[in-house]
């Protein structure tokens, strides 16, 4: 006795169904995501939110292509990566440079020395620099924020590995202005002569608005005779 109303029910229900999957097949074609694996894949294969956003994405759906087994993997608040993306050696500096990226950050001391792999430091976090205007950035595990009065900028700038990083020269004057071992400095300038990466000039030049102490160990470094 209650067919009619069963079968109400059900078209009723199915109709919905049909007018969601249509929501969001509209929504996913409005969605570049060649775009946005294009992003990602400039970035070791992560992306952020706002970037997806950006790309069309809506959040819903965003989370909806994070869940198990999903094309996307969920790194951090905020934060994904492409799920069948190769692993690079560096991705744990990419992690930590994309959140702060709208606040100007770059990789730099000694974990832009790691990037262009000099010398033999091993940071135990990743250090950024951001404009002394953007200091108030909240904490971080693994991450060093340094704020600077003359942030990095034009030529100091370069890309390695889908990241904003100090040149050559920065990298080595501010790693031996924040503490690293003058030996360490000493061996990534001589590699990165070497390697065409810097020349002596622009060493010099770096180094001349900083404390005596670190011009004296470039200049130092630069006229020790390597073998």
């Given at each position: 006795m209650c067919e009619g109303s069963d079968v109400s029910v059900v078209a009723s229900l199915r109709e919905q169904c049909v007018r969601r999957l249509g929501g969001i097949l509209t929504l996913m074609s409005d969605v570049d995501h060649d775009g946005l694996y294009r992003v990602a894949e400039s970035q070791a294969g992560y992306f952020t939110a706002g970037q997806a956003v950006a790309a069309g994405m809506d959040r819903a759906t965003l989370r909806h292509h994070a869940r198990l087994g999903g094309r996307y993997e969920r790194a951090r608040r905020g934060l994904y990566r492409l799920r069948?993306?190769?692993?690079?050696?560096?991705?744990?500096?990419?992690?930590?440079?994309?959140?702060?990226?709208?606040?100007?950050?770059?990789?730099?001391?000694?974990?832009?020395?790691?990037?262009?792999?000099?010398?033999?430091?091993?940071?135990?976090?990743?250090?950024?620099?951001?404009?002394?205007?953007?200091?108030?950035?909240?904490?971080?595990?693994?991450v060093r924020i340094h704020s600077m009065e003359r942030p990095p900028a034009g030529a100091e700038v370069r890309s390695v590995a889908g990241v904003a990083v100090t040149s050559p020269e920065r990298a080595i004057v501010d790693a031996l202005e924040g503490g690293v071992q003058p030996e360490?400095?000493?061996?990534?300038?001589?590699?990165?002569?070497?390697?065409g990466l810097t020349t002596p000039r622009r060493l010099r030049a770096a180094s001349a608005g900083r404390s005596g102490r670190v011009r004296s160990l470039v200049n130092g470094a630069l006229d020790r005779p390597h073998s």
């Open positions: 069948h993306f190769p692993s690079s050696r560096f991705e744990h500096v990419v992690v930590a440079w994309l959140p702060l990226r709208g606040a100007g950050a770059v990789v730099s001391h000694e974990s832009a020395l790691e990037l262009y792999d000099l010398a033999d430091v091993i940071p135990d976090a990743v250090h950024v620099s951001v404009p002394r205007a953007k200091r108030g950035q909240r904490a971080r595990n693994g360490q400095v000493d061996l990534a300038i001589a590699q990165a002569i070497e390697r």
